[in-house]
T-cell receptor, first 119, second 109 residues
Framework: SAVISQKPSRDICQRGTSLTIQCQVDSQVTMMFWYRQQPGQSLTLIATANQGSEATYESGFVIDKFPISRPNLTFSTLTVSNMSPEDSSIYLC????????????????FGEGSRLTVL | GDSVTQMEGPVTLSEEAFLTINCTYTATGYPSLFWYVQYPGEGLQLLLKATKADDKGSNKGFEATYRKETTSFHLEKGSVQVSDSAVYFCARGGFKTIFGAGTRLFVKA
C-alpha cells in the first residue's frame, strides 16, 4: 500500500491567480498521476509525472496551464495556472500499487484530494 | 477506444436493501477490473478487484464477478447500511486506468 498526502486540502482562489498543489508519497514510485474531478463528474487524467523527465500530458491538457514538477521519487507538484471558475475541481494525486516483487498490481492509491474553488 | 460504462445515479435505498450497480467495459484483452469508493470529502479508495475472468472480488460485504462473456463487473451487496452512502466508481486497469462516471448511493435509515 501507499500513503499519499496532499496539500492544500482545499482553497478558495481568485480568478487569474495560480496555485500549486503538493503530493508526498511514503515510498519511492516511478510514476505519479494527477487527476481532475470536476463537480459531480468522474476522474480525468491530467498527466503522468515521471521522475527525471518531462510529464506526459493527456489530450486537452497542456504544460502551460498545468505545469508539473517531479524532483524526486516521493514528491510531485501540480500548478493550476491563471485560474478561471472552470478550474474549480478536486485535484487528486495517485500512484500505482506494487506487490512484494515490486510489480505493479494495477491498483491506484489516492491522496485525499485538493478541492479548489475559483471565484 | 476502451471505455467503462456504469449505471447512472443517484441510487437511493433503504437500509438492509439489496444493491446492484451495473458496470460494463470495453477493452482489448482481459484487463484487471476494480471498484473504487469515494466517501464524502475523501479521495478514492479501492473497494475490490478482480484480475481475471470468473474471479470474484469481495470486501466489506460487497462482491463483483469478472464476467468475460458479458464484459461486465456488476457490484452487489446483500444488505446496505447508511455508512455505505458514497460514490462508487468502476474502473478498468491497464496502461492507463479508465474510470466510469461514478454512481452516487444514498442509503436511508
Amino acid at each position: 500500500s501507499a500513503v499519499i498526502s496532499q496539500k492544500p486540502s482545499r482553497d478558495i482562489c481568485q480568478r487569474g491567480t495560480s496555485l500549486t498543489i503538493q503530493c508526498q508519497v511514503d515510498s519511492q514510485v516511478t510514476m505519479m498521476f494527477w487527476y481532475r474531478q470536476q463537480p459531480g463528474q468522474s476522474l480525468t487524467l491530467i498527466a503522468t509525472a515521471n521522475q527525471g523527465s518531462e510529464a506526459t500530458y493527456e489530450s486537452g491538457f497542456v504544460i502551460d496551464k498545468f505545469p508539473i514538477s517531479r524532483p524526486n521519487l516521493t514528491f510531485s507538484t501540480l500548478t493550476v495556472s491563471n485560474m478561471s471558475p472552470e478550474d474549480s475541481s478536486i485535484y487528486l494525486c495517485s500512484v500505482l500499487g506494487t506487490d512484494d516483487k515490486s510489480a505493479n498490481t494495477g491498483e491506484l492509491f489516492f491522496g485525499e484530494g485538493s478541492r479548489l474553488t475559483v471565484l | 477506444g476502451d471505455s467503462v460504462t456504469q449505471m447512472e445515479g443517484p441510487v437511493t435505498l433503504s437500509e438492509e436493501a439489496f444493491l446492484t450497480i451495473n458496470c460494463t467495459y470495453t477493452a482489448t484483452g482481459y484487463p484487471s477490473l476494480f471498484w473504487y469508493v469515494q466517501y464524502p470529502g475523501e479521495g478514492l479508495q479501492l473497494l475490490l478487484k478482480a484480475t481475471k475472468a470468473d474471479d470474484k472480488g469481495s470486501n466489506k460485504g460487497f462482491e463483483a464477478t469478472y464476467r468475460k462473456e458479458t464484459t461486465s463487473f456488476h457490484l452487489e451487496k446483500g444488505s446496505v447500511q447508511v455508512s455505505d452512502s458514497a460514490v462508487y466508481f468502476c474502473a478498468r486497469g491497464g496502461f492507463k486506468t479508465i474510470f466510469g462516471a461514478g454512481t452516487r448511493l444514498f442509503v436511508k435509515a
